[in-house]
């Protein structure tokens, strides 16, 4: 944490990644451009330990982050039941329960994530000694069960009918702008950006349908494995079936993972301001919304000077708003100024792309779309003037996002990689993707005309 915010070391995460895989196209589909001294290596006694781990290690990764997904499911769902805000007993118990299925769901994640990397970057040796490099990551599609597919599959029943609001939100109304900000609000306490977005499916077409997109994607994926699979020699084909394999148990089981560390947190955060409730009746803290400045321990167990201690973080969070921080540092950050970030971002909007330039970044999702650019900060706020079928330029996205892909004709995000969620979703819908498009919501302005080329990761300004 640095001056409030979270961060995490690269070359940590590198070095955990590593032990899976170690060469550079990995590393770059996982951490994209992310700033590093170097490439990092493993141990070969390391990777030793874990390739003779591998056999036992993933059907017990499979099975353990199914079945968390699957309990956390059903106790988020029991939990909220009974109306908010709970007795003051009650909210400390499911947040207690909230921590210790975060950290369990979180242990899965994390190995399933690396297995499903692992997956992606063995099926990347194949396909370049085979000579078909750019293959692989038009392949990373097509994957039934993926947890965004199944909330925007559930949001279209709803607009068509086929399923009902309520239902809906008792299903996913985990999901909300900012999901991972425990302060935010989840699409259960605040259905209004769903409502929208159900309005938004109406007037689409039926062959814009999730799950008939979803067919066109299996179907694709068949057509080129079978492509590789004739490119690949007789006696390693065994081994390339199993990679298909790794890759369709691990990659959506990844967002499993992400989901039930979402579902964890809403839990947790329901409890919170049930906890704030009893605390302004207590004289505790001034106002409910001062619960998210206390830690989870001091939650649990009140301590006798809670208020003071929520004072001096509100104080320091007053200092630490009037600054930034870079995207990517060495050390300790430098500390920029609002002021300053502020005359940056003028400057961008200063510079804005004009006509006839281009902005370069990383094709997630292949496939070229000319459609409107619509610069969106908030998917809570999607305005009147983003039309089915613009094109969403955005500074990053999470799950929440998710819903906008359908309406969406291609996407353009600042940051991400191939394996980030935005480049995940758009290949599962079927749109042109580019992310770690640096400062594109700033530098393409709202409403221009725009061609994205998710193959060589160009974005176009044509008027």
């Given at each position: 944490i640095f001056y409030g915010r979270p961060t995490a070391n690269v070359d940590t995460w590198r070095r955990i990644h590593v032990g899976f895989t170690a060469d550079e196209g990995a590393q770059h589909h996982v951490f994209g451009d992310a700033a590093s001294d170097a490439l990092v290596d493993a141990k070969p006694d390391r990777r030793e330990r874990i390739a003779a781990q591998r056999a036992k290690m993933l059907p017990l990764a499979a099975e353990g982050m199914a079945r968390e997904r699957r309990n956390?499911?059903?106790?988020?769902?029991?939990?909220?039941?009974?109306?908010?805000?709970?007795?003051?007993?009650?909210?400390?118990?499911i947040l207690s329960a909230g921590l210790e299925r975060f950290e369990r769901a979180d242990r899965f994640h994390i190995l399933v994530s690396l297995l499903s990397m692992e997956a992606?970057?063995?099926?990347?040796?194949?396909?370049?000694?085979?000579?078909?490099?750019?293959l692989p990551n038009e392949m990373m599609v097509g994957y039934p069960g993926m947890e965004e597919f199944e909330t925007t599959a559930?949001?279209?029943?709803?607009?068509?009918?086929?399923?009902?609001?309520?239902?809906?939100?008792?299903?996913?109304g985990f999901h909300g702008?900012?999901?991972?900000?425990?302060?935010?609000?989840?699409?259960?306490e605040d259905p209004r950006p769903v409502r929208d977005l159900?309005?938004?499916?109406?007037?689409?077409?039926?062959?814009?349908?999730?799950?008939?997109?979803?067919?066109?994607?299996?179907?694709?994926?068949?057509?080129?494995?079978?492509?590789?699979r004739k490119r690949t020699p007789a006696p390693e084909r065994a081994d390339l079936d199993e990679i298909f394999e790794r890759a369709a148990t691990f990659l959506p089981l990844r967002e499993?993972?992400?989901?039930?560390?979402?579902?964890a947190l809403d839990a947790m955060r329901g409890a919170a301001r049930s906890l704030g409730t009893a605390l302004v009746r207590?004289?505790?803290?001034?106002h409910e919304s001062e619960v998210f400045l206390a830690t989870a321990e001091e939650l649990l167990d009140p301590p006798k000077n809670l208020l003071d201690r929520v004072e001096e973080r509100k104080r320091l969070r007053e200092i630490y708003?009037?600054?930034?921080?870079?995207?990517?540092?060495?050390?300790m950050p430098e500390k920029i100024p609002t002021a300053a970030a502020e005359q940056g971002a003028l400057e961008d909007r200063a510079s804005s792309l004009t006509p006839g330039e281009n902005l370069e970044g990383l094709g997630a999702s292949s496939g070229q779309y000319v459609g409107t650019a619509r610069v969106v900060l908030d998917p809570n706020a999607l305005s009147d003037d983003f039309q089915n079928g613009d094109v969403l330029v955005a500074p990053s996205t999470d799950p929440s996002w998710a819903a906008l892909f359908l309406i969406a004709g291609a996407v353009v995000i600042d940051t991400g990689s191939n394996f980030s969620h935005a480049a995940i979703v758009a290949r599962e819908m079927g749109i042109p993707a580019v992310v770690a498009a640096p400062g594109a919501s700033r530098r393409i302005p709202d409403g221009a005309r725009i061609c994205v080329d998710g193959k060589t990761g160009t974005v176009s300004i044509l008027d």
């Open positions: 956390i499911g059903q106790w988020w769902a029991e939990s909220l039941q009974t109306p908010i805000p709970w007795e003051a007993d009650r909210a400390r118990t992606m970057t063995d099926l990347a040796r194949v396909a370049e000694r085979a000579g078909l490099a750019d559930m949001l279209w029943a709803v607009s068509r009918g086929e399923e009902t609001f309520d239902s809906f939100l008792t299903t996913h702008s900012q999901e991972g900000e425990i302060a935010s609000a989840s699409w259960r159900v309005d938004r499916y109406a007037a689409l077409g039926r062959e814009e349908a999730p799950l008939i997109r979803e067919e066109r994607s299996i179907q694709r994926r068949a057509e080129l494995e079978l492509q590789l499993a993972g992400r989901a039930s560390l979402t579902i207590e004289g505790r803290i001034r708003v009037g600054f930034d921080l870079p995207e990517a540092w060495i050390g």
